[in-house]
């Protein structure tokens, strides 16, 4: 299990993987250690990134919606739900970001949402772009919005991310590719929503995340 999340082709991994085997902790799903996450850590724009200055940013507008599940099936309510992501251009309002692509003054990329009774969310965000990496010859990130979902502490969190059909980067992006099951790299991808476009305003996404106790329940 010590090399369970080492994927020599992402070559960060050699830095992040543990080296020793995982220790089990005594934890249970009801454990709220640390910081407990509620209603009154989200403002009432945190979901529209379109909205979080004073001016519209530049690109494709998307609506990204969906539900956090259990294993069986069942929502999973009042589970907040972050996201970040890059702009339009592909570049991250972050300083260590030097990609020389342009900054969006009206685009912070990132966003919060509480799960309603149904562990439904709703973000309003724009497309991210590509972007270069490092991380070998020609290397382009597919794009792609990262999901941070905590149940109701930060014992319960699961870090992820979600990317566009069609994507050509997918065959070259390591990162995508680690996920060894085709079935479960399937799953990481957005479904097209026609219903729930807004006309003349918004295509709509749809990615539905379920959650499990633990990420090393199974062998790889």
């Not at 149904?118 to 772009?129: H, N």
């Not at 476009?197 to 633990?214: G, I, K, S």
């Amino acid at each position: 299990m010590s090399g369970f999340l080492d994927w020599p082709a992402y070559r960060s991994t050699v830095l992040r993987a543990p080296k020793r085997p995982f220790v089990a902790l005594p934890l249970r799903l009801a454990d709220t250690g640390g910081p407990v996450l509620g209603e009154s850590r989200v403002g009432p724009l945190d979901n529209d990134l379109t909205r979080q200055h004073d001016g519209e940013p530049l690109g494709e507008r998307i609506i990204v919606h969906g539900r956090v599940l259990d294993t069986g099936g069942r929502p999973i309510p009042h589970t907040l739900v972050e996201v970040w992501q890059a702009n339009a251009a592909g570049r991250y309002a972050h300083h260590v970001d030097r990609h020389p692509a342009p900054l969006d003054p009206n685009f912070s990329g990132a966003g919060r949402f509480l799960t309603d009774a149904d562990g439904a969310y709703r973000f309003v965000t724009i497309k991210p772009g590509a972007y270069p990496w490092r991380n070998h010859d020609n290397a382009w990130r597919p794009a792609h919005i990262h999901f941070s979902v905590f149940g109701r502490s930060f014992t319960q969190r699961l870090v992820t991310q979600m990317y566009f059909p069609g994507d050509p980067l997918f065959g070259q992006d390591p990162i995508f590719n680690a996920v060894r099951d085709p079935a479960a790299r399937a799953r990481m991808i957005a479904a097209f929503d026609l219903e729930s476009t807004e006309p003349e305003w918004a295509l709509a996404y749809r990615f539905d995340v379920v959650l499990q106790a633990t990420p090393f329940e199974e062998a790889p």
